[in-house]
């Protein structure tokens, strides 16, 4: 079983319409990301929260928002989908100890295409 | 420019060759690298930190030159299972840079 679970893995929606992507994680790690990758660009940090109470806004925020239901909890929305957020995206853990030094652990990636 | 930079390839060796990548990024301040391994359509996972003084893992040599701002990985006697994109992550207080990524793909 996977440690960092993001539903769905494949979702097709249409301009304009509402959209959640999902990420819950059993690895106990208090930091949660949300990433999207494009071709040749690499990946794009959206937000991350450090914990429940914590939300941070990444490189990439604008058209997005972030819930951090619990610790295990972390959806990202796509309030009013536009063509240009078709992408991979790709929740993320990390323990938070050891600081700077700990690696992410990546979901398996979810597929949006916006129409 | 960008914040961490890769030359894309992509690299096409035979196996057993040795390859190595370089990743160049320009906040002085980082702090932690790391190299990542990504299969086509699948998640980023975790190859190797790359600490000050060099470390290596069986066939795969990571180096850091703080000076010029220059991460390498050296992968020896190449495998067809090497084949994959691997990233460079370069960290500055907990923002995670990712470089765009070489391909490699080791042939027969």
């Known amino acids: 079983d996977a440690d960092v679970t993001q539903t769905p893995r494949n979702r097709i929606t249409k301009t304009g319409k509402r959209i959640m992507l999902e990420c819950s994680q059993t690895k106990g790690h208090d930091r949660m990301y949300w990433y999207r990758q494009d071709p040749g660009l690499g990946l794009r940090l959206i937000y991350y929260?450090?914990?429940?109470?914590?939300?941070n806004k990444g490189e990439i925020s604008d058209g997005y928002s972030v819930s951090r239901q619990a610790q295990a909890k972390f959806s990202l929305s796509l309030e009013s989908a536009i063509p240009n957020q078709t992408a991979l995206y790709f929740c993320?853990?990390?323990?938070?100890?050891?600081?700077?030094?700990?690696?992410?652990?990546f979901g398996n990636g979810t597929r949006l295409t916006v129409t | 420019r960008k914040e961490v930079e890769q030359d894309p390839g992509p690299f096409n060796v035979p196996e057993g060759a040795t390859v190595a990548f370089n990743c160049t990024y320009s906040?002085?301040?980082?702090?932690?690298f790391f190299w990542y391994r990504q299969d086509c359509r699948k998640e980023p996972k975790l190859l190797m930190s790359v600490y000050s003084s060099g470390n290596e893992d069986g066939r795969f040599t990571a180096q850091l030159n703080r000076a010029s701002q220059y991460i390498s990985l050296l992968i020896r006697d190449s495998k067809l299972s090497d084949s994959a994109t691997y990233l460079c992550v370069v960290n500055s207080r907990n923002d995670m840079r990712f470089g765009a990524g070489t391909r490699l793909t080791v042939k027969p």
């Open positions: 929260s450090f914990d429940v109470k914590d939300i």
């Open positions: 993320a853990t990390s323990p938070g100890t050891g600081g700077s030094n700990s690696p992410l652990h």
């Open positions: 906040n002085s301040a980082s702090q932690s």
